[in-house]
């Protein structure tokens, strides 16, 4: 599924960001400006059609390479590498998750004329709606 | 409308997943494997996963008062559940349909992928072979990813069933929409 995200030829391109994304998560610094380029990562995403459960599980390879050889690699400090990569990863996935949903809210403010206040509460109430109906299915 | 949709996006979530991260019935026979180990962690993570909660202000929102036991109930009978098995495409449509209760609670999508992340770390600290935690992180990678996608499909069909526009042409609005945001 996630192969059709990609243009013909444009592997090296999207190769070379996840080297420079590497390079920098491992030099740092891990500061605000770091997190917020992953906010904008989820705005890439929403507009190729990157789907949250796509990035997750992507996020969530990363962590377990990382713990896998760094296992094998028996370094002294494996454990606490890959409880530290664990939790950099779920951060990482939590922005980009996030930023991915507020703007396709406030993209959907443009689309259909809504406020992000109103869509939520909408949101919340079609979530009500179908647990009703699956409760009473 | 009916469980239809929970099947929906759990298959949807889990087909956008890279195989290689996305459970596999092999997972779910290292869980099986370890099941004793993996059982008794249970009043302990039950523990840490609502203390954490309780002490952070934005999750602490969520809740009313006096809801913890029977919350911490839910979480015990998923964990029993998710070692017991099955983990099969019913087990999956419950997790589509957590989703819904989330979006239902505005519990939001970094608040449960911080409690996917302290599920495998408490497991992590006690049970740490290997295949454990593969097969623990693979599943979790799956929960989330199908409790994350289900809040954006509902949020597409309340603006489809408010404006009347169907979701692929909201899609595409979406996707311009924020092509504009981008070039600012």
């Known amino acids: ?137 | 409308m009916n469980r239809e949709k929970l099947r929906e996006i759990s298959r949807q979530a889990m087909e956008d997943m890279a195989q290689e991260a996305r459970f596999r019935p092999e997972d779910h026979q290292v869980l099986l494997k370890h099941k004793d180990r993996l059982l008794a962690l249970t009043d302990e993570l039950v523990k840490a996963f609502y203390d954490t909660l309780f002490a952070t202000p934005n999750t602490r929102k969520v809740f009313h008062e006096g809801e913890r036991p029977e919350r911490e109930k839910t979480l015990r009978d998923w964990w029993q559940r998710t070692i017991e098995g099955p983990v099969d495409e019913g087990y999956w449509d419950w997790q589509a349909y957590v989703g819904l209760l989330h979006v239902k609670r505005v519990v939001t999508n970094p608040m449960m992928l911080g409690q996917a992340f302290l599920i495998e770390n408490v497991v992590r600290r006690h049970v740490n072979e290997p295949e454990v935690v593969e097969a623990l992180g693979r599943l979790m990678a799956t929960v989330a990813a199908i409790i994350a996608y289900g809040y954006e499909k509902v949020q597409l069909l309340s603006v489809e069933e408010t404006t009347g526009i169907g979701q692929d042409l909201i899609r595409t609005n979406v996707r311009v929409g924020v092509e504009k945001l981008l070039e600012e």
């Open chain 1, 1 to 137: 599924m996630s192969k059709k995200i990609f243009h013909e030829g444009e592997r090296p391109a999207r190769e070379k960001t996840l080297v420079d994304w590497w390079t920098r998560t491992v030099e740092g610094p891990l500061d605000e400006e770091y997190f917020a380029w992953m906010a904008k990562v989820g705005l890439v995403h929403v507009v190729r059609g990157v789907e949250n459960p796509m990035m997750l599980a992507m996020c969530s390879f990363v962590a377990e390479f990382v713990d896998r050889r760094s296992r094998e690699a028996k370094l002294p400090e494996a454990e606490p590498l890959s409880e530290a990569f664990y939790r950099l990863s779920m951060v990482v996935g939590a922005v980009i998750t996030y930023g991915f949903d507020r703007y396709q809210a406030l993209a959907l403010y443009n689309v259909a004329g809504m406020e992000p206040a109103l869509l939520e509460r909408l949101t919340a109430e079609e979530a009500r709606r179908l647990l009703a109906e699956i409760t009473r299915g």
